[in-house]
């Protein structure tokens, strides 16, 4: 089972731009689709973007469509979020996740994912 650890949060300005890094230890890397959730104060954690095993699919909840982007590098045992345009809304912690999966393409649903890391503050400022 991989070990996730998130890097990249901090304070922006609204409109500014984050990416967010995520690490896995192992070697299976690759044989999980990953994603990305937030969790902001006195809310529920909610589901943000994914991205499959080989990285030819993605998806996106709606009220980042547009402004985020998930990406993996299988090599370097990573994924990332890029996030553009961001909103004082946006402010939450994020969290990386992973789950084994034997397909290649398609992105899991959120309830699947079973490996979370720590997470990674970010706060944007109006």
């Known amino acids: 089972q991989v070990q996730l650890v998130e890097s990249g ?3 922006v300005q609204a409109g500014g731009s984050l990416r967010l ?3 896995a ?4 890397f690759s044989r999980y689709a990953m994603g990305w959730f937030r969790q902001a ?3 529920e954690r909610e589901f943000v973007a994914a991205i499959s095993r080989s990285g030819g699919s993605t998806d996106y909840e709606g ?3 547009g402004r985020f982007t998930i990406s993996r590098d299988n090599a370097k045992n990573q994924v990332y979020l890029q996030m553009n345009s961001l909103k004082p809304e946006d402010t939450a912690v994020y969290y990386c996740a992973a789950v084994a999966t034997a397909q290649a393409t398609g992105v899991p649903l959120p309830y699947e994912y079973d ?3 720590q997470g990674t503050q970010v706060t944007v400022s109006s």
């Open 9 to 11: 949060g901090g304070l």
């Open 115 to 117: 490996v979370w890391g």
């Open 41 to 43: 104060p006195g809310k």
């Open 21 to 23: 890094s995520c690490g």
């Open 63 to 65: 009220f980042v469509k």
């Open 25 to 28: 230890s192992g070697r299976t």
